[in-house]
């Protein structure tokens, strides 16, 4: 990856929401399943469990999204975590390196829409865990997951002109915890038990 800039939560929560908020499966999702007010109650209740605000950001370029995007983490989402069998340890590369999840998102049609779209711009969220050195996703998880199904299908993208990027910021070996705790809190307004 390569450095392109320092940036600040703000900037990065107003591009996340631009590429969601008038999604009306997002909205319905943050509203109807979740049981927020709206989609920004949703991810700002995300950005505040890992203290996002006050953290120091920067923005990079993946040298090469096809290596580097199926090596990234799953996010700390039930939703994401319930198709692995190493809680908040599985990369996109190997959640696609099951038969069942391969099977599932290879008819998945957010995610194929998406890799019949590719190479197009685009901007994902992730935590660099210090206890492993590894890229969590917090926001990303369908392009993600297309990008390493087109590489599991040995699809050739050429990404040599189009930018994608992450919003990254440092989760300290003391701050890994808190991947464990969003998961088990989850994102729904009133905690669940499981």
């Known amino acids: ?13 107003e591009k996340w929401k631009e590429r969601e908020a008038s999604n009306q499966g997002w909205v319905e ?3 109807k399943v979740k049981g927020w007010l709206d989609w920004e109650s949703l991810r700002g209740f995300t950005a505040n469990q ?7 950001w920067q923005l990079y370029r993946f040298d090469n999204p096809m290596e580097e995007v199926p090596a990234m983490l799953l996010g700390p989402y039930s939703s994401w975590q319930d198709r692995t069998q190493n809680t908040n340890q599985t990369t996109f590369a ?4 099951s038969q069942e999840q391969l099977d599932f998102f290879n008819n998945h049609s957010g ?3 998406i890799l019949n779209a590719l190479p197009f711009e685009t901007e994902m969220i992730g935590l660099l865990r210090k206890d492993n ?7 990303g998880h369908h392009r993600a997951t297309a990008i390493a199904l087109a590489k599991k299908q040995e699809t050739v993208i050429d990404f040599t002109n189009t930018s994608v990027t992450i919003a990254l910021t440092e989760l300290a070996v003391k701050d890994c915890h808190l991947i464990d705790a969003m ?8 905690k669940t038990l499981k």
């Open 1 to 13: 990856m390569k450095l392109v800039k320092a940036t600040i939560w703000r900037e990065i929560f």
């Open 29 to 31: 999702c943050a509203t």
């Open 50 to 56: 890992f203290g996002a605000e006050k953290r120091d």
């Open 94 to 97: 190997e959640l696609l390196a």
């Open 111 to 113: 995610v194929l829409s």
């Open 133 to 139: 050195n590894k890229i969590v996703c917090i926001e």
């Open 183 to 190: 998961l088990q809190r989850g994102t729904s307004k009133i």
